[in-house]
């Protein structure tokens, strides 16, 4: 399990393909290598990561849809907070669905 930050970008950085062997998208791998900037604590609001990958809150809960629907991440919501300040908190799963996650 990575130490800092750093470690946790470096282990993003060495995915080149998805679970099921395709290749990496860019797309994805960027967005991964955002929250990983994050780690330990993973939960940057949906406007901090469009502002961070420069696209849409739109097109980034789509990335965030496709890494959990690849078992690249795993969404932890915050269900004891109010509807309107609920955060997700996230976790990267560097080796797959089943192996520890960051």
């Known amino acids: ?4 930050p750093l470690e946790a970008i470096r282990a993003v950085l060495a ?3 998805l679970p099921d062997g395709r290749p990496m998208p860019a797309h994805l791998s960027h967005t991964l290598l955002v929250l990983a900037t994050y ?4 939960w940057p609001s949906q406007e ?9 809150r ?16 795993v969404r932890l919501a915050d269900d004891g907070a109010p509807e ?9 799963r560097l080796n797959g669905p089943k192996k520890r996650d960051v």
């Open 1 to 4: 399990m990575p130490r800092s």
């Open 15 to 17: 995915i080149d393909q």
């Open 39 to 42: 780690w330990p604590d993973i």
């Open 48 to 56: 901090r990561l469009a502002r961070e990958m420069h696209c849409s």
């Open 58 to 73: 739109r097109n980034v809960n789509k990335r965030l849809r496709e890494l959990e629907d690849a078992g690249l991440i």
């Open 84 to 92: 309107s300040r609920r955060t997700t908190r996230y976790r990267i």
